[in-house]
């Protein structure tokens, strides 16, 4: 078993910064991808960007060049650095953690849908305005 717990969501104006942060604790056999997704009232949750234990990261497009995952294995925990925050970037966010990975010539990296995610936190609320 995994326990996930999130915090740093706020309100901020559009263009601001937040950086979320997930505290991560239990079977590291379950750790082997990492990731935040977001929903937004009414819609589907969505994945954000996922962290390989090997070291690679996926970003959905929409948060490319302004989002950054990372993790801190000291501290157990996983970031997201969100930079130039948009209203449409106003949802809950979620951590989760999971197996499911791809591998290939190119190294391993995590499979994006949520059903590849078996630990879920609580989820911290975003509020961008404008």
């Known amino acids: 078993q995994v326990q996930l717990v999130e915090s740093g969501g706020g309100s901020v104006q559009a263009g601001g910064s937040l950086k979320l942060s997930c505290t991560i604790s239990g079977d590291s056999a379950y750790t082997t991808c990492l990731g935040w997704f977001r929903q937004a009232p009414g819609g589907a949750r969505e994945g954000v960007a996922t962290?390989?234990?090997?070291?690679?990261?996926r970003y959905t497009d929409s948060v490319k060049g302004r989002f950054t995952i990372s993790q801190d294995k000291g501290n157990n925990t996983l970031y997201l650095q969100m930079n130039s925050l948009k209203a449409e970037d106003t949802a809950m966010y979620y951590c989760?953690?999971?197996?499911?990975?791809?591998?290939?010539?190119?190294?391993?990296?995590?499979?994006?849908?949520?059903?590849?995610?078996?630990?879920w936190g609580q989820g911290t609320q975003v509020t961008v305005t404008v």
């Open positions: 962290f390989h234990r090997a070291g690679s990261l």
């Open positions: 989760a953690a999971g197996s499911g990975q791809t591998c290939g010539s190119g190294g391993c990296f995590c499979l994006t849908g949520q059903y590849q995610f078996a630990f």
